[in-house]
T-cell receptor, first 111, second 113 residues
Framework: KQEVTQIPAALSVPEGENLVLNCSFTDSAIYNLQWFRQDPGKGLTSLLLIQSSQREQTSGRLNASLDKSSGRSTLYIAASQPGDSATYLCAVDNYGQNFVFGPGTRLSVLP | SAVISQKPSRDICQRGTSLTIQCQVDSQVTMMFWYRQQPGQSLTLIATANQGSEATYESGFVIDKFPISRPNLTFSTLTVSNMSPEDSSIYLC??????????FGPGTRLTVL
């Protein structure tokens, strides 16, 4: 059964810092991995989707990498801003098991 | 991408009652998913709803408690039945999966007193 973990659970940084969020999964038989952002009490916003055959995806200040063989993905956020404060979730789309979500990383970017 | 709306956005309900949550998508989709997010927790998949067939429930979720309808390719409902305070959660619908990007609705915040 797929298990997804995220480190750190929470992170507080000053504005302008570059930061890395980590996601690990136990079963490499995945279609893809997706990173989401969730603001308090809200739904999920898709940030980046990495197919299993890809190594990374970029969107603006965000860059996500995928190492399927080691079961790891990272989300890199450049030049963080207070508006980046949210919970970041990774989810893997498995063969025959649908999406499994990690517990999330709660990010606070201080002005 | 897909635009998904949910109704209601939030509700406060009494113990023992039922609430039906609606999910509307702006395009035809094969699979729709229902998730629960308990306070401070991540998302847990309740069931997968395909048009024209019975919903497939994940371990720990049963049809009597969470009946689902999928009358067409753009709409689905989830009912939370005989509610207790433990059902207080955010309920989210989504589309995609099976190798495709997944998109979520804004969620329904349910509080059971």
């Amino acid at each position: 059964k797929q298990e997804v973990t995220q480190i750190p659970a929470a992170l507080s940084v000053p504005e302008g810092e570059n930061l890395v969020l980590n996601c690990s999964f136990t079963d490499s038989a995945i279609y893809n991995l997706q990173w989401f952002r969730q603001d308090p009490g809200k739904g999920l916003t898709s940030l980046l989707l990495i197919q299993s055959s890809q190594r990374e995806q970029t969107s603006g200040r965000l860059n996500a990498s995928l190492d399927k063989s080691s079961g790891r993905s990272t989300l890199y956020i450049a030049a963080s801003q207070p508006g980046d404060s949210a919970t970041y979730l990774c989810a893997v789309d498995n063969y025959g098991q649908n999406f499994v979500f990690g517990p999330g990383t709660r990010l606070s970017v201080l002005p | 991408s897909a635009v998904i709306s949910q109704k209601p956005s939030r509700d406060i309900c009494q113990r023992g009652t039922s609430l039906t949550i609606q999910c509307q998508v702006d395009s035809q989709v094969t699979m729709m998913f229902w998730y629960r997010q308990q306070p401070g927790q991540s998302l847990t998949l309740i069931a997968t709803a395909n048009q024209g067939s019975e919903a497939t429930y994940e371990s720990g979720f049963v049809i009597d408690k969470f009946p689902i309808s999928r009358p067409n390719l753009t709409f689905s409902t989830l009912t939370v039945s005989n509610m207790s305070p433990e059902d207080s959660s955010i309920y989210l619908c989504s589309v995609g999966g099976g190798g495709n990007e997944q998109f979520f609705g804004p969620g329904t915040r349910l509080t059971v007193l």
